[in-house]
T-cell receptor, first 118, second 113 residues
Framework: AQSVTQPDIHITVSEGASLELRCNYS??????LFWYVQSPGQGLQLLLK??????LVQGIKGFEAEFKRSQSSFNLRKPSVHWSDAAEYFC????????????????FGQGTILTVHP | DADVTQTPRNRITKTGKRIMLECSQT?????MYWYRQDPGLGLRLIYY???????NKGEISDGYSVSRQAQAKFSLSLESAIPNQTALYFC????????????FGDGTRLSIL
């Protein structure tokens, strides 16, 4: 069964500092990976996704993530955090069948809450 | 995502009551999902449907049932609510193609007393 681990439950950074949120996945098949952000009282918004190709993917709001197959990781980064980035972040993994279609289900990590200090 | 609408947004009810949460979408997606979110546990899949005649249990389906009334509508029911079903519930949709992301509604906060 596939699984996702986000080792950090809560991270605090100062505004303007760099950010890295960790995500490790476990799945034997070809994975596709997402990062979502959830602001209070709202649903999940897609930040970026990795399917194939370039292992460094760019997303919205200045975020990027790097897929490292050897480490089973898909860490999210931002060079300079803004106060509006305070939210909860979720990593999710899905799996593809041999022909490229998906099994359809995603497995989510536990989430990382980001606090930004002024 | 405004194209995925959940009703109600908030609901407080008592143990033993039957509750229905509704989800409708205008994205034209075939696939729909119901999740619950609990602090520290992330999102867990309750049920999912790949089309109107294809409904599947997720990892935590006990105590829940669903109905896919049309391509655009997917309802979640709690036949006899219990307090540990207090949670934030999300509906999501996705295209049938392999790597497409899921699009989420704004959630229903359900409290069972």
């Amino acid at each position: 069964a596939q699984s996702v681990t986000q080792p950090d439950i809560h991270i605090t950074v100062s505004e303007g500092a760099s950010l890295e949120l960790r995500c490790n996945y476990s799945y034997g098949a070809t994975p596709y990976l997402f990062w979502y952000v959830q602001s209070p009282g709202q649903g999940l918004q897609l930040l970026l996704k990795y399917f194939s190709g370039d292992t460094l993917v760019q997303g919205i709001k200045g975020f990027e993530a790097e897929f490292k197959r050897s480490q089973s990781s898909f860490n999210l980064r931002k060079p300079s955090v803004h106060w509006s980035d305070a939210a909860e972040y979720f990593c999710a993994v899905g799996a593809l069948k041999a022909g490229g279609t998906s099994y359809g289900k995603l497995t989510f990590g536990q989430g990382t809450i980001l606090t930004v200090h002024p | 995502d405004a194209d995925v609408t959940q009703t109600p947004r908030n609901r407080i009810t008592k143990t033993g009551k039957r509750i229905m949460l509704e989800c409708s979408q205008t994205k034209g997606h075939d696939r729909m999902y119901w999740y619950r979110q609990d602090p520290g546990l992330g999102l867990r899949l309750i049920y999912y449907s790949f089309d109107v005649k294809d409904i599947n249990k997720g990892e935590i389906s006990d105590g829940y049932s669903v109905s896919r009334q049309a391509q655009a509508k997917f309802s979640l029911s709690l036949e006899s609510a219990i307090p540990n079903q207090t949670a934030l519930y999300f509906c999501a949709t996705s295209d049938y193609q392999g790597n497409q992301p899921q699009h989420f509604g704004d959630g229903t906060r359900l409290s069972i007393l």
